[in-house]
């Protein structure tokens, strides 16, 4: 085995790392502008490599003391930062997306060896993790406020000033982007972070904790704390922090809304989903096939806004389906970090096998398996305890069916046929969540009307599943509010304060 002691440079210790041969040893928590030793090594949870199913390091969960010295780590660093001008910040975050972008090819290995994507995926995703931090670098300088006139010569004018200590806490399924995608409109905006990165996912947050201080931010400024449920309600409870930004399940993300209640914490919440692709009879044929592909099987289907229920005009069906499933059965499955790999393996065990009592549960409520939905044991030996399934497609779908009303967060795709514009509507927005949806159409009203009635954060037209940091992305309905990405996340993460200025005489009532 590889036994990666992180405190080496990256780019030298993934070098030779292949799946199946690295061991994780260094400590993962990162506070003070360091790593930080683990206090309660008793308390250690094994995190499995998605392909092999060996266990690749340990996660010791972060304790109230651990978590209240990351905070003040991060209330000192913010003290600092906040100071600067936005230029001055943007500077460093500048320099940071240029580390990402220098050492991306191992970072991404990293990434897939910790959570089971193909690398031709990962790569993408650590490419959207610079661009983050580079969008928000480059809206740093521009923070302002607004001078207003008032009677008599006063004036007031507003200033957009940093919440504080926010919490980052994310989820397994895009751990480094979700890192930066929370990290990189707080830091622009004079806040600094303590970020909890699920406790399946805990190495590649630890990576970016590396590259922010080695780019010049102060020491503190993005701080790592691992654990699960436990250290996840302690940050949320800490009374120094101002914000929670949350991506994770609809019952987590309720329990952190509660919790930063108590504190009258702002909060975001990116939750999960089930959303809508709707394909029209006059669609392009060949993009709407791509389209519906890409809505379900990035991440082996681990993707909050996938389009798994995915609603097809009656007149072209029986050709949709013909085809979607010859390209479905022709995804390359197996070692993750092979370049010909499209498909990789699922977080986990129970993820897996939830998965797979998701599609024997619509068997039985009458779906038809058209592929997919077994369990696959790559032919490479070292492979044989990974968490692989084939991908799935199921049709004979109906609305009330558990497979189209939850989230099952793996490669199966619901097929439902439709025939006008205004059932598919109803129907579409027939659910409790609301992240994205999409339409494909070659009728231009048609588009905007449809991308007008669907009640979701995000609509793609003739598209699906790309993310540009330019726009937003967040939820309708129980899917969650605020957003990330975009301009408007930096009012997420700043806060107006007002200053009135009296240029004569107060004029008092007493
Ligand atoms: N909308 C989005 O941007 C987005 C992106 C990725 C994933 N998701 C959603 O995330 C879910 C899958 O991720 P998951 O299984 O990691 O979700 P999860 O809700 O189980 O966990 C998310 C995070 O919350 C932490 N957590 C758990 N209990 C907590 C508590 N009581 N207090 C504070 N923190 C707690 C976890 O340790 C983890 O870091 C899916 O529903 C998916 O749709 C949403
Ligand atoms: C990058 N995607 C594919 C838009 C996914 C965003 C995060 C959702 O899980």
């Known amino acids: 085995f590889l036994r990666l002691n ?13 799946t199946g041969t690295l061991l994780v040893t260094d400590h993962l928590n990162y506070w003070g502008g360091k790593r930080v030793k683990p206090r309660q090594e008793r308390n250690a949870e094994p995190v499995f490599e998605p392909a092999t199913g060996r266990v690749l390091c340990q996660m ?4 109230a003391e651990e978590v209240d010295e990351a905070i003040k780590s991060a209330h000192s660093a913010y003290l600092k930062w906040s100071k600067l001008s936005g230029m001055e910040r943007a500077r460093v975050m500048l320099e940071a997306a240029r580390i990402i972008r220098e050492r991306r090819d191992n970072i991404a290995k990293l990434e897939v060896i910790n959570n089971g994507k193909s690398i031709s995926e990962a790569l993408v995703d650590i490419d959207v993790a610079w661009q983050s931090i580079e969008y928000y670098a480059g ?5 302002a406020g607004q001078h207003v006139q008032l009677p008599g010569g006063a004036f007031a004018y507003t200033r957009r000033e940093p919440l504080g200590v926010c919490v980052g ?8 982007q979700i890192a930066t995608w ?5 830091l622009a905006c004079g806040n600094a972070m303590v970020f909890k990165p699920s406790p399946m996912t805990p190495v590649t947050a630890v990576i970016l904790a590396e590259i922010y201080k080695e780019a010049g931010v102060p020491d503190g400024l993005f701080n790592v704390v691992q654990g699960g449920a436990e250290t996840g309600s302690l940050l949320c409870h800490h009374p120094m922090v101002a914000k929670v930004t949350f991506t994770g399940s609809v019952p987590t993300g309720k329990k952190v809304m509660e919790m930063s209640a108590k504190g009258v914490k702002q909060v975001t919440l990116e939750l999960g989903g089930k959303s809508p692709l709707i394909i029209f009879k006059d669609c392009d044929f060949e993009n709407a096939v791509k389209g519906a592909l890409m809505a379900n099987f990035l991440t082996q289907g681990q993707v909050c806004c996938n389009g798994t229920r995915v609603f097809v005009q009656r007149e072209i069906m029986p050709q949709f389906v013909e085809e979607v499933v010859k390209r479905t059965k022709a995804i390359p499955i197996g070692d993750p970090l092979l370049e010909s790999t499209r498909m990789g393996a699922l977080i986990s065990k129970p993820q897996l096998e939830k ?13 038809k398996v058209l592929c997919g939905g077994e369990p696959y044991v790559p032919s490479d030996p070292k492979l044989k305890g990974g968490y ?10 109906r609305d009330d069916m558990t497979c189209v009303k939850e989230e099952i967060f793996g490669p199966v795709m619901s097929i439902l046929p439709f025939d006008t514009e205004e059932e598919v509507i109803r129907r579409a927005n027939n659910t409790t969540f609301g992240l994205a949806s999409g339409v494909f159409t070659r009728d231009i009203s048609r588009a905007h009307r449809v991308a007008e009635n669907l009640e979701a954060g995000t609509c793609f037209i003739n598209n699906y599943n790309i993310s540009p940091v330019e726009v937003p992305f967040g939820g309708y309905k129980m899917s969650g509010f605020g957003r990330e ?16 200025v009296e240029m004569g005489d107060v004029e008092s009532v007493f």
Not at 182 to 186: E, L, N, Q, R, T
Not at 491 to 498: A, D, R
């Open 6 to 18: 992180m405190a080496q440079s990256i780019v030298d210790s993934m070098r030779t790392a292949s």
């Open 60 to 63: 010791i969960p972060c304790g």
């Open 139 to 143: 809206l740093a300088g521009g923070l």
């Open 169 to 176: 806490i994310g989820a397994w399924n895009y751990p480094f």
């Open 182 to 186: 929370k990290s990189a409109p707080a």
């Open 355 to 367: 998965v797979l009592g998701y599609v024997s549960q619509a068997k039985k409520e009458g779906a």
């Open 388 to 397: 692989f399934m084939t991908p799935c497609i199921l049709d004979n779908c």
């Open 485 to 500: 990405n975009g301009q408007v996340t930096l009012e997420y993460f700043s806060q107006l304060k007002t200053v009135i």
